[in-house]
Protein backbone atom coordinates (compact mmCIF):
# COMPACT_ATOMS: atom_id res chain seq x y z
CA UNK A 1 0.00 0.00 0.00
CA UNK A 2 0.69 3.15 -0.49
CA UNK A 3 0.22 5.89 2.18
CA UNK A 4 1.20 9.47 2.10
CA UNK A 5 0.75 11.60 4.66
CA UNK A 6 0.91 15.09 2.84
CA UNK A 7 1.82 17.71 5.00
CA UNK A 8 1.93 21.67 4.94
CA UNK A 9 0.12 24.69 6.81
CA UNK A 10 -3.46 25.96 5.82
CA UNK A 11 -3.35 27.03 2.57
CA UNK A 12 -0.14 24.94 1.07
CA UNK A 13 -2.45 23.41 -1.34
CA UNK A 14 -2.69 20.22 0.07
CA UNK A 15 -6.18 20.01 -1.14
CA UNK A 16 -5.33 20.77 -4.88
CA UNK A 17 -1.96 18.28 -5.03
CA UNK A 18 -3.84 15.35 -2.96
CA UNK A 19 -6.66 15.36 -5.96
CA UNK A 20 -4.11 15.24 -8.42
CA UNK A 21 -2.33 12.72 -6.54
CA UNK A 22 -5.19 10.16 -6.02
CA UNK A 23 -6.12 10.34 -9.67
CA UNK A 24 -2.95 9.23 -10.57
CA UNK A 25 -1.92 6.98 -8.12
CA UNK A 26 -5.41 5.48 -7.71
CA UNK A 27 -5.22 6.64 -3.65
CA UNK A 28 -8.54 7.25 -1.46
CA UNK A 29 -8.04 11.03 -0.36
CA UNK A 30 -8.76 11.18 3.36
CA UNK A 31 -8.84 15.37 4.24
CA UNK A 32 -9.92 15.35 8.15
CA UNK A 33 -10.67 18.93 7.45
CA UNK A 34 -14.14 17.56 4.85
CA UNK A 35 -14.54 14.99 7.28
CA UNK A 36 -15.46 17.79 9.88
CA UNK A 37 -17.12 19.79 7.47
CA UNK A 38 -19.19 16.70 6.26
CA UNK A 39 -20.06 15.83 10.20
CA UNK A 40 -24.25 16.56 11.05
CA UNK A 41 -23.74 19.82 12.75
CA UNK A 42 -26.32 18.93 15.14
CA UNK A 43 -24.84 15.67 15.97
CA UNK A 44 -22.81 15.98 18.91
CA UNK A 45 -19.49 14.92 17.43
CA UNK A 46 -20.38 17.39 15.11
CA UNK A 47 -20.88 20.48 17.77
CA UNK A 48 -17.53 19.53 19.10
CA UNK A 49 -15.46 19.30 16.07
CA UNK A 50 -17.29 22.64 14.80
CA UNK A 51 -16.46 24.63 18.38
CA UNK A 52 -12.78 23.63 17.87
CA UNK A 53 -12.41 24.77 14.14
CA UNK A 54 -14.42 27.81 13.93
CA UNK A 55 -11.65 29.05 16.03
CA UNK A 56 -9.22 28.08 13.88
CA UNK A 57 -7.93 25.08 16.80
CA UNK A 58 -7.53 21.88 16.45
CA UNK A 59 -9.76 19.23 17.61
CA UNK A 60 -8.71 17.21 20.15
CA UNK A 61 -6.93 13.91 18.87
CA UNK A 62 -9.15 10.96 20.90
CA UNK A 63 -11.87 12.10 18.64
CA UNK A 64 -9.78 12.89 15.37
CA UNK A 65 -8.46 9.55 15.56
CA UNK A 66 -11.87 8.07 15.79
CA UNK A 67 -13.04 9.75 13.20
CA UNK A 68 -10.02 8.76 11.14
CA UNK A 69 -10.19 5.39 11.66
CA UNK A 70 -13.89 5.45 10.42
CA UNK A 71 -12.80 6.78 7.43
CA UNK A 72 -10.02 4.82 6.41
CA UNK A 73 -11.75 1.70 7.21
CA UNK A 74 -14.61 2.58 4.60
CA UNK A 75 -12.28 1.62 1.88
CA UNK A 76 -10.74 -1.78 2.43
CA UNK A 77 -9.87 -2.13 -0.88
CA UNK A 78 -7.79 0.74 -1.26
CA UNK A 79 -4.24 0.56 -2.77
CA UNK A 80 -3.37 3.21 -0.39
CA UNK A 81 -4.37 6.53 1.05
CA UNK A 82 -3.55 9.87 1.19
CA UNK A 83 -3.68 11.26 4.35
CA UNK A 84 -4.25 15.34 4.09
CA UNK A 85 -4.64 17.24 7.53
CA UNK A 86 -3.63 14.23 9.64
CA UNK A 87 -1.38 13.62 11.65
CA UNK A 88 -1.09 16.89 13.45
CA UNK A 89 -0.11 15.95 16.88
CA UNK A 90 2.86 13.20 17.84
CA UNK A 91 -0.48 11.47 19.49
CA UNK A 92 -2.20 11.10 16.19
CA UNK A 93 1.10 10.43 14.21
CA UNK A 94 1.92 7.05 16.69
CA UNK A 95 -1.88 6.31 16.53
CA UNK A 96 -1.65 6.43 12.90
CA UNK A 97 1.21 3.73 12.75
CA UNK A 98 -0.25 1.45 15.27
CA UNK A 99 -3.31 1.88 13.16
CA UNK A 100 -1.95 0.97 10.18
CA UNK A 101 0.40 -1.89 11.75
CA UNK A 102 -2.08 -3.44 12.75
CA UNK A 103 -3.58 -3.86 9.39
CA UNK A 104 -0.29 -4.95 7.80
CA UNK A 105 1.29 -1.52 6.57
CA UNK A 106 2.55 1.27 7.40
CA UNK A 107 3.33 5.27 6.12
CA UNK A 108 5.02 5.60 3.24
CA UNK A 109 6.29 9.20 3.28
CA UNK A 110 5.33 12.44 4.49
CA UNK A 111 5.25 14.63 1.55
CA UNK A 112 5.56 18.37 3.51
CA UNK A 113 4.72 21.32 1.27
CA UNK A 114 6.58 24.45 2.14
CA UNK A 115 5.59 27.84 1.43
CA UNK A 116 6.18 31.53 2.97
CA UNK A 117 3.28 32.86 5.53
CA UNK A 118 2.51 36.20 3.39
CA UNK A 119 1.54 33.33 0.07
CA UNK A 120 -1.00 31.45 3.02
CA UNK A 121 -2.62 34.63 4.02
CA UNK A 122 -2.83 35.45 0.34
CA UNK A 123 -3.65 31.78 -0.70
CA UNK A 124 -6.23 31.36 1.96
CA UNK A 125 -8.12 34.92 1.65
CA UNK A 126 -8.56 34.47 -2.33
CA UNK A 127 -9.67 30.73 -1.39
CA UNK A 128 -12.49 32.00 1.14
CA UNK A 129 -13.80 34.22 -2.05
CA UNK A 130 -14.41 31.01 -4.10
CA UNK A 131 -15.64 28.61 -1.54
CA UNK A 132 -17.31 30.65 0.86
CA UNK A 133 -15.31 28.95 4.04
CA UNK A 134 -15.08 31.61 7.18
CA UNK A 135 -11.89 30.62 8.37
CA UNK A 136 -9.99 30.99 5.25
CA UNK A 137 -11.61 34.89 5.38
CA UNK A 138 -10.93 36.47 9.05
CA UNK A 139 -7.19 37.35 9.10
CA UNK A 140 -7.90 37.10 12.76
CA UNK A 141 -8.12 33.36 12.39
CA UNK A 142 -6.11 32.84 9.27
CA UNK A 143 -3.41 33.53 11.84
CA UNK A 144 -4.22 31.70 14.25
CA UNK A 145 -4.72 28.51 12.33
CA UNK A 146 -1.47 29.23 11.13
CA UNK A 147 0.26 29.65 14.16
CA UNK A 148 -1.46 26.89 16.08
CA UNK A 149 0.27 24.81 12.95
CA UNK A 150 3.48 26.41 13.74
CA UNK A 151 3.18 25.19 17.49
CA UNK A 152 1.45 22.03 17.13
CA UNK A 153 1.66 20.41 14.13
CA UNK A 154 4.97 21.40 12.25
CA UNK A 155 6.84 19.25 14.86
CA UNK A 156 5.12 15.86 13.71
CA UNK A 157 7.49 16.02 10.73
CA UNK A 158 10.15 15.11 13.16
CA UNK A 159 8.45 12.06 14.04
CA UNK A 160 8.92 11.52 10.67
CA UNK A 161 12.38 13.05 10.33
CA UNK A 162 13.29 9.78 12.72
CA UNK A 163 11.54 6.90 10.37
CA UNK A 164 13.57 8.50 7.48
CA UNK A 165 10.07 9.43 5.74
CA UNK A 166 10.18 13.40 5.72
CA UNK A 167 10.45 15.06 1.95
CA UNK A 168 10.42 18.59 2.16
CA UNK A 169 8.32 20.38 -1.54
CA UNK A 170 8.80 23.64 -2.25
CA UNK A 171 4.93 24.39 -2.33
CA UNK A 172 5.72 27.94 -4.35
CA UNK A 173 5.28 27.90 -8.44
CA UNK A 174 2.66 27.14 -10.77
CA UNK A 175 0.23 24.02 -9.63
CA UNK A 176 1.62 21.76 -12.40
CA UNK A 177 5.58 22.19 -10.71
CA UNK A 178 4.85 20.98 -7.84
CA UNK A 179 2.37 18.58 -8.87
CA UNK A 180 6.14 17.13 -10.37
CA UNK A 181 7.95 17.97 -7.68
CA UNK A 182 5.69 15.65 -6.14
CA UNK A 183 5.34 13.00 -8.30
CA UNK A 184 8.97 13.38 -8.71
CA UNK A 185 10.13 12.12 -5.06
CA UNK A 186 6.86 9.32 -5.20
CA UNK A 187 8.17 7.71 -8.36
CA UNK A 188 12.18 7.69 -6.97
Given at each position: ????V????????????????????????????????A?????E??????S?S?????????????????E????????G????????????????????NA?G???S????????????K??????????????????????????????S??????????????????????I?????????????
Open positions: MLNILFGPPGAGKGTQSERLKEKYGLVHISTGDVFRLNPESLGKLAKYDKGNLVPDEVTIEILEAVSKHPNAKVIYDGFPRTKAQAEALDKFLKTSVMMLSLVVPEDELTRLIARAEVSGRKDDADPEIIQNRINTYNSTAPVANFYIGQNKLHEIDGVGSDDITQRLYDIIDA
